[in-house]
Structure formats: structure tokens, C-alpha cells
């Protein structure tokens, strides 16, 4: 289906508007106000501008553009995305900071601009469709605020250096993923410095930890081209490292940890009422993946919350697939 475009344009509407609305089809279909110029009420123009995809200006030297900059001010109101094509000796400055992208011409040679116009064309499709996603950039914030989002960053370890202060500051903290190796290979630091830390700071602190079964472990070797039996050593290799930090700081059950019988879905760190959560992927470590972090906001159908309930507690509370043994082969 055709892009609805409005077109703004000066009066009266000379062969150059014309033209260009021909090089904007077939993927838009350009609507031309030839009869909204004189005598029409401003809602009436509000209604033909609420009713197209976006608003393209077409400005020309010549010809009066009285009604322009009220259209692109009712198209900014209405949250429509704002194209220009201008020719190169027009003063654009007034509209300038309302405009998603623009494309200027040479009066003599218009036919030029056409591969422009095709590029154009992409760059209309791309700006609606985000818009309709994401709605105003205001309502997006608000929605983010709402689900108590934080942070949104391009991977693990990026993340982490935010979070780190959280991690240092709150007592109790739970983690979620195949190994605590992810530490050293995703955030660049090994994770027994941060435990220990953890534990011998604060008497009232603790750390739980979900781990992966090994008998789960050889799918995500497959999935992530990973060396037969290396995650089953990292999931080893944690356990061993998680028995020396409690027999060293004496924590008991302040350290716990169990494993759990299914694949992981996403490594998690729940520290008070923070909370980093980073997707795996089917074919890569997690690690290089975005990676997020968000806060309770007191809504039981926030993000955190529900990771904190599904992905977490009522895992770990599980006895059918929560074990306190690894199934490591003797």
C-alpha cells in the first residue's frame, strides 16, 4: 500500500510541485491541497493532514507560502513526520528544526534530485513505520519509565560498569545464568573477588546463584560452537570456585547455589531493587548481546518483577527442576 503524503506547498502550485509528486509515486501517493488554499476553516486542514502518513513540503522561489508553515505546525502537533524538498535558494531556516530529513534542488536541472527521491522514499518508509512502533518519543520514555527501564546498553560488560555500584552497594544479591564464567569472559573480571567481597563486607549479606544442569549444557555448545564438554567444565569449575569462597568466608548459607534442569534464557543479576538482565542468543554467548537494566517500580507486571517471580524465585523454589546436585559424571 501507498505512503499518504500531504504536500505543502507555495501558491499557486507551479509544473516543478508537479513533477516532483511524480517522481514520489507509485510508493507515495502525494496529496496535493489545491482545494484547502483559500477560504478553508484550520480544522478542516487538520483533518487532511490527520489523515496522511506524513507531510512532504515542497518549496519552489516563486509563489506565495502563507499557509506552509501553519501546515508543518499542525503536521508537527499531529506527531506526523515532516519531509522537505526545497529548491537551493529558499530559506528553509523557519522550518529547518521540524524536519526528519530534507533534499534540496537546482531549478534547472530537477530531474537530477531523482536518485535523492529514491533514497527519500526509504527514509519515509523507515521514519513511519518507527513511529508507529514507538509511538511519540515522549510516549516512549514514559513507557520505558513505567516498566522501569534503566538502561539499555550494547552488551554485558558495558552494562556491568553500571551496575557495579549497585552490585557494591546492596546486600543481597541473586544470579541467573549457565556459569558464573560469564563474569570473566563477558564483563572482563572474575567473579570470586566480587563474592568475596561481597560476603566478608557485610555479615548480612548473601549470594544464590541458578546454574545450568549439565545434563542442559551440551545444547548450548552446539548452539554457541563451543568445544564438547567445555560448558560442563565451566559449570565444574564455578562450583569448585563457589565451595572455596564458602569455606573461606565462612558464609554457609548465605552463599547458596542450585542447578537448574533446562537451558538458560537470560543471564540475570538481582542485587536490592536493581536488577541486569541479558538475553542469549541461539548462535553466540550472550555477552555480546544488549543488555538492559531496570529497577522495581512497585508494579507486580514490571520487568523486574517478573524476572524476580518467573525467572528467578520460582525457579530456584522448583524441587522437580531445581537440584542442589550438578549430575557430574563420576
Not at 512502533?133 to 522501569?148: C, D, F, R, V, Y
Request: aromatic share 12%; charged share 20%; proline share 5%.
Amino acid at each position: 500500500m501507498a505512503i499518504q503524503a500531504f504536500i505543502s506547498c507555495r501558491f499557486p502550485i507551479d509544473k516543478t510541485v508537479e513533477n516532483i509528486c511524480y517522481m514520489l509515486q507509485p510508493e507515495i501517493s502525494p496529496y496535493v491541497s489545491r482545494d484547502v488554499k483559500f477560504g478553508s476553516l484550520p480544522q478542516r486542514l487538520k483533518e487532511r493532514i490527520a489523515s496522511t502518513d506524513c507531510l512532504i513540503v515542497i518549496l519552489t522561489e516563486q509563489g506565495s507560502s502563507d499557509l506552509v508553515q501553519n501546515e508543518v505546525g499542525i503536521a508537527f502537533a499531529l506527531n506526523k513526520p515532516i519531509f522537505a524538498i526545497y529548491e537551493d535558494s529558499v530559506n528553509v531556516t523557519g522550518i529547518q528544526p521540524y524536519l526528519s530529513t530534507f533534499i534540496k534542488y537546482n531549478q534547472c536541472n530537477v530531474a537530477a534530485i531523482a536518485r535523492d527521491i529514491a533514497s527519500l522514499k526509504v527514509t519515509v518508509a523507515t521514519e513511519i513505520a518507527s513511529r508507529e512502533i514507538t509511538g511519540p518519543q515522549e510516549g516512549l520514555l514514559a513507557n520505558l519509565s513505567k516498566n522501569g527501564v534503566q538502561g539499555i546498553y550494547p552488551d554485558r560488560a558495558t552494562a556491568f560498569r553500571a551496575f557495579a555500584r549497585v552490585w557494591e552497594r546492596e546486600p543481597h544479591v541473586r544470579i541467573v545464568g549457565s556459569s558464573i564464567e560469564g563474569f570473566k569472559r563477558g564483563i572482563g573480571t572474575d567473579a570470586r573477588e566480587f563474592i568475596v567481597l561481597k560476603l566478608q563486607n557485610d555479615p548480612q549479606s548473601s549470594v544464590h546463584a541458578l546454574l545450568t544442569h549439565t545434563s542442559f549444557a551440551k545444547y548450548r555448545e552446539a548452539q554457541e560452537n563451543e568445544l564438547d564438554g567445555y560448558i560442563v567444565a565451566q559449570i565444574k569449575a564455578t562450583t569448585e570456585m563457589l565451595q572455596d569462597i564458602r569455606e573461606r568466608t565462612r558464609a554457609g548459607d548465605r552463599l547458596r547455589w542450585k542447578f537448574f534442569k533446562g537451558a538458560p534464557t537470560c543471564f540475570m543479576i538481582m542485587a536490592g531493587n536493581f536488577m541486569l538482565l541479558n538475553p542469549y542468543l541461539y548462535m553466540q554467548p550472550a555477552y555480546f548481546n544488549f543488555t538492559m537494566i531496570v529497577k522495581d517500580t512497585g508494579s507486580p507486571f514490571d520487568i523486574y518483577n517478573h524476572y524476580k517471580q518467573y525467572h528467578f524465585q520460582r525457579a530456584w523454589d522448583n524441587p522437580d527442576l531445581s537440584t542442589d546436585d550438578a549430575g557430574f559424571e563420576s
